[in-house]
DNA sequence: ATAGGGTTAG
C-alpha cells in the first residue's frame, strides 16, 4: 500500500485490480492522492465512472478545482447511462454556471437524459444553446436532438431535424424509428423502415429491437414474421436481445407457439428473456404455462427471479385467484431479501385484491414505503370488486390526503364505486374531474360515465354520453344495451342492438347476456330464442352457462316452465344453483308448487350456495296459505346454518350517503321516519293497500304484518328521502337485493300519496314509480 | 429486450 502512494505511476494500475470488495482500500489511495495533482484525480475520477461506481466518480470529481470538459462530458455520460438523469442535466447546468464551453460531445449525453426523463423543456434550451454555438451539422448532435424530440413527443420537430441532416447514418435512421416506434406510430414507423432500406442502409438489431414492441402492439403479425425473417437473414435472431423481441412481439400477437419456438431457439438465455417469455404466457392467459415456466427457470436453471418476473407470475396467481401461490411468492420474496420495488408491491396488492382478501391488500399499502398512484388505485379497485364501493371511496379520501395525484386508472376504479353506490353526486364530480384532466378522450373512462349515470337513475345523461363519444368499442355499446335494459326500455336496448350490427362492430358473449336478457324481461320470447340460435351459428359466439341461464329466465318468466325445466336438463353444463334458481322465482310468480318442489329439491342436493332460493320456496309456501311447509323450509335453511343477507337500502342526500337496514331504527331522524311511514300506512289503507300475505312468516296478524313490512329497508330510505329533499326533487334509493312485492305495491301507493317520482334500482334493475305506476309493470 | 392499477354481463 505505501509503496503505491510513493509511487504514484503505479496507483492506476493497481486500482484495476480492485474490486467491489476492496472498495475500502481504493478509497483509503485516494485520499492520499487528494493533494497531489489533478491529472491523477482525473484519471480515477474516468476509472470509477467507467466502471459504473458513479458516487466515487463523483466523489472525486467534487476534489477536482477545475475539471476539463472531457471530465464533464464523461460525469454527464456516466449519469446519463445509468441515471439519476436529473444529475446529468444538474451537471450540464453547473457547467454553464461556471463558464465552461460545452463540446459537440457534451450534447449527446445531456440529450439521452432528457429523452430518460422525457424534460422537453431542457431539451429545447439545450438545442438552442446548440444553435448558438453552430454545433447543429454535427451528426451525433442532430442525431441526438432527433432522439431526444422524438421521445418527448415532439414527432414533428424529430422529422424536421431528421430531414435537414445531410449525412444520415444508421444511428440517425435508428433514432427516428426508434422515436415513430416508441409513440406506437406502427404505419410511419414502417414506412420509415422502408425509406432508410432504400437509402441503401440495412436495419441493424438495434433497428428491429426498436420496432419489434409497435409491431407486437399493433398486433401486425405479418410484419413481425417479415421482421423475424430478416433477422434470420442477417444472423442476429440467435441474439438474446433480439430473440427477447421477437418473442415478445409474437406473444403480443398472439401467437404463442412462435413466441415458445423463438424462446427454444436461445441459447444463453438471461432473466430478461425467461421474464419476457413468462410474461408472454401470462399475456395470452396461459396461467399454468406461465407457473411452470417460472418454476423452471427458478428451480432447474437457477436464476433468480427479478422483480419485473415477479410482477408477471404474481399476476398470474390474481388471475388464477391462487392465493396460495402468491402468498408463498411473497414469503419467498421477503426471506430471499429480494428488494420489493414499488410495481412488484402494487402487484402484490392486485393479486391479494384479486384473491378477495383486502385486509392483506391494505395491510401491505400501509407497509409500502413509496405507494404511488398505481397502489392506491389497485386498492380502489379492489374494493369495488370485492363489494365494498363505500370503503373504496374512504380510500380514495385517504390517497388525496396523502398528496398522490389519481390519473385515468384511478378514476375508472371510482367510477364503478359510485355506479354500486348509486352515489350520483361523487359520480358526477368524478366526470367533471374527467373533463378537466382530459380522460373523456379514453373510451374507457367514457364507457364508465355512461354506466355511472345509468346506475345513478340518469339514463339520458347516458345516452348523451354515448352519442357524443368519438369512438365506441364493444364495452361502451354493451353498457348502453345493458342500462336500457335496466331500465326496462327494452326497446331501445333491442334498436340498440340493431343499430351495433349495423355498425359493422362484431357484437361479443357479454352482447348477447343483453340482448337475452332484455328479451325475458319483456316476453319476447320467440325473439329471445332466435338470437340464442344465432348467436352460435351467425355471430360465432359460443353461449355459456350465463346465456342458459337468460335463456332458463326467458322460458320461466313467461310461464313456460316445463319448458324450462327440460332445456335445463338439455343443457351441455351441470346446471348450478343460478339455473335452477331462476325457474323457482318463476315457479314463485306463477304459483306452480309441484315444480317449485321439484326445483327445490335439485337445488337443495347442490349442496350450501344459495340461501335466496330458501326464502323463495318457503314465500312460495304461504303464497298458498302452506305455513307448515314454509316453517320447515326455514327451519331446513337454520338448520344447515345458511344465512339471509340482510336487505339494505341507501339514498344520497346533499352528497352524504345514508344507509338502512331492515328494522332499522339507529338513524338520528329514526323517531320522525317511524311517524313518516305510520302516517303514509294509514293513506295507503285508505286507498286500499293491504299487506301482502304471502311475505310474512306464517300465522301473524294482520296488523303484525304490516308493521314488519312497513320497516323494510327500501321504506325506510324512502321515507328519509321524503323528509330530507324538497318536494320536487325525484328520490332514488338503492337496495341490494330484490324488491319484495309487498314493497313495489306499497311504494307504488306512496308515489300516489306523496305525489313524488320515486326510483328504487333493485338488485336486478330499476322500478320507477310515478303516480301509483311502476314502470316495471309488475313483471321482473 | 421483459413488468404494476382499468370499463360492460353473470
Given at each position: 500500500m505505501r509503496r503505491c502512494i510513493r509511487n504514484p505511476k503505479n496507483q492506476l494500475s493497481s486500482f484495476h485490480t480492485l474490486n467491489h470488495h476492496h472498495q475500502l482500500q481504493g478509497n483509503i489511495i485516494h485520499q492520499h492522492v487528494t493533494h497531489n495533482n489533478t491529472h491523477i484525480l482525473h484519471n480515477l475520477a474516468r476509472l470509477y465512472a467507467a466502471r459504473n461506481q458513479i458516487e466515487l466518480a463523483r466523489h472525486v470529481f467534487d476534489q477536482i478545482p477545475e475539471p476539463s470538459v472531457v471530465l464533464w462530458n464523461t460525469m454527464i455520460r456516466a449519469y446519463a447511462w445509468s441515471g439519476p438523469f436529473q444529475e446529468a442535466i444538474h451537471l450540464y447546468h453547473r457547467m454553464l454556471q461556471l463558464g465552461v464551453t460545452p463540446s459537440n460531445f457534451t450534447f449527446p449525453f445531456v440529450l439521452k437524459a432528457c429523452s430518460a426523463l422525457q424534460a422537453i423543456q431542457v431539451g429545447i434550451q439545450i438545442h438552442d444553446h446548440v444553435l448558438t454555438l453552430g454545433l447543429q451539422a454535427d451528426v451525433y448532435v442532430s442525431t441526438a436532438l432527433v432522439d431526444m424530440y422524438a421521445k418527448c413527443g415532439n414527432l414533428f420537430e424529430a422529422q424536421t431535424i431528421f430531414d435537414s441532416m445531410l449525412h444520415r447514418d444508421i444511428v440517425a435512421w435508428n433514432a427516428i424509428i426508434s422515436g415513430f416506434s416508441f409513440h406506437v406510430l406502427f404505419n410511419q414507423t414502417m414506412h420509415l423502415l422502408a425509406q432508410m432500406q432504400l437509402a441503401g442502409i440495412s436495419p441493424n438489431s438495434s433497428t428491429i429491437v426498436s420496432v419489434l414492441p409497435a409491431v407486437g402492439q399493433a398486433n401486425a403479425l405479418c410484419r413481425g414474421k417479415a421482421i423475424h425473417a430478416y433477422s434470420v437473414r442477417k444472423i442476429f435472431s440467435h441474439d438474446v436481445v433480439v430473440a427477447t423481441g421477437l418473442l415478445d412481439m409474437y406473444s403480443k400477437c398472439h401467437h404463442l407457439s412462435y413466441a415458445t419456438k423463438v424462446f427454444n431457439t436461445v441459447n444463453q438465455k438471461n432473466e430478461i428473456c425467461w421474464s419476457a417469455m413468462i410474461g408472454g404466457y401470462v399475456f395470452c392467459d396461459s396461467m399454468r404455462d406461465a407457473l411452470a415456466l417460472y418454476d423452471d427457470m427458478v428451480l432447474m436453471h437457477c436464476l433468480s427471479p427479478t422483480p419485473v418476473t415477479l410482477a408477471s407470475i404474481l399476476r398470474a396467481c390474481a388471475k388464477l385467484t391462487d392465493l396460495n401461490k402468491g402468498k408463498s411468492l411473497h414469503c419467498y420474496m421477503i426471506k430471499s431479501s429480494i428488494n420489493l420495488d414499488t410495481t412488484v408491491g402494487n402487484s402484490l396488492i392486485s393479486m391479494y385484491a384479486k384473491c378477495g382478501v383486502m385486509n392483506d391488500a391494505v395491510g401491505f399499502l400501509n407497509e409500502m414505503i413509496t405507494k404511488d398512484t398505481v397502489s392506491y388505485s389497485a386498492i380502489i379497485s379492489g374494493f369495488v370488486q370485492n363489494g365494498h364501493a363505500e370503503k373504496a371511496l374512504l380510500i380514495f379520501c385517504q390517497m388525496q390526503l396523502s398528496g398522490i395525484d389519481l390519473d385515468s386508472a384511478t378514476m375508472i376504479g371510482l367510477l364503478p364505486a359510485c355506479s354500486h353506490l348509486a352515489a350520483l353526486q361523487y359520480g358526477a364530480c368524478c366526470h367533471g374531474q374527467s373533463i378537466v384532466r382530459g380522460f373523456t378522450a379514453d373510451t374507457s373512462i367514457c364507457n364508465a360515465i355512461i354506466d355511472m349515470y345509468a346506475k345513478c337513475g340518469k339514463i339520458h345523461f347516458s345516452r348523451q354520453i354515448f352519442d357524443r363519444m368519438h369512438k365506441r368499442d364493444i364495452v361502451s355499446w354493451n353498457t348502453m344495451i345493458i342500462s336500457y335494459g335496466i331500465h326496462g326500455l327494452y326497446i331501445e336496448a333491442l334498436s340498440l342492438f340493431h343499430e351495433l350490427r349495423a355498425s359493422g362492430l362484431k357484437p361479443d358473449d357479454v352482447t348477447l347476456i343483453a340482448v337475452l336478457s332484455a328479451c325475458s324481461h319483456s316476453g319476447l320470447v320467440a325473439e329471445g330464442k332466435y338470437w340464442f340460435s344465432s348467436m352460435?351459428?351467425?355471430?360465432?359466439i359460443s353461449p355459456r352457462m350465463a346465456h342458459y341461464i337468460c335463456m332458463v329466465d326467458l322460458l320461466a318468466r313467461a310461464g313456460n316452465l316445463d319448458e324450462a325445466y327440460s332445456f335445463i336438463q338439455r343443457m351441455p353444463f351441470q346446471p348450478d344453483v343460478c339455473a335452477w334458481g331462476a325457474l323457482l322465482a318463476a315457479c314463485k310468480t306463477h304459483r306452480n308448487i309441484e315444480m317449485g318442489e321439484r326445483v327445490s329439491k335439485k337445488i337443495q342436493l347442490l349442496g350450501p350456495e344459495s340461501t335466496g332460493n330458501f326464502v323463495l320456496m318457503s314465500n312460495i309456501y304461504s303464497s298458498v296459505g302452506r305455513w307448515d311447509d314454509a316453517a320447515h323450509i326455514r327451519s331446513i335453511q337454520r338448520h344447515q346454518g345458511y344465512k339471509k343477507s340482510p336487505g339494505c337500502s341507501w339514498i344520497e342526500i346533499s352528497g352524504v350517503i345514508h344507509g338502512f337496514i331492515g328494522g332499522d331504527q339507529s338513524h338520528p331522524q329514526s323517531a320522525s321516519i317511524n311517524n313518516k311511514l305510520q302516517e303514509l300506512l294509514v293513506q295507503m289503507k285508505n286507498l286500499g293497500y293491504q299487506a301482502d300475505s304471502s311475505l310474512v312468516l306464517h300465522d301473524v296478524e294482520q296488523e303484525e304484518k304490516e308493521q314488519i313490512l312497513l320497516y323494510h329497508s327500501e321504506r325506510i330510505a324512502i321515507a328519509f328521502g321524503i323528509l330530507n329533499s324538497s318536494p320536487s326533487n325525484p328520490i332514488l334509493v338503492t337496495k341490494n337485493l330484490r324488491i319484495c312485492v309487498d314493497c313495489h305495491s306499497a311504494i307504488k301507493f306512496m308515489s300516489l300519496i306523496t305525489k313524488r317520482e320515486i326510483t328504487v334500482r333493485d338488485a336486478s334493475r330499476f322500478h320507477h314509480f310515478e303516480n301509483g305506476i311502476c314502470n316495471c309493470g309488475d313483471f321482473w
Open positions: 352460435s351459428q351467425d355471430l360465432n
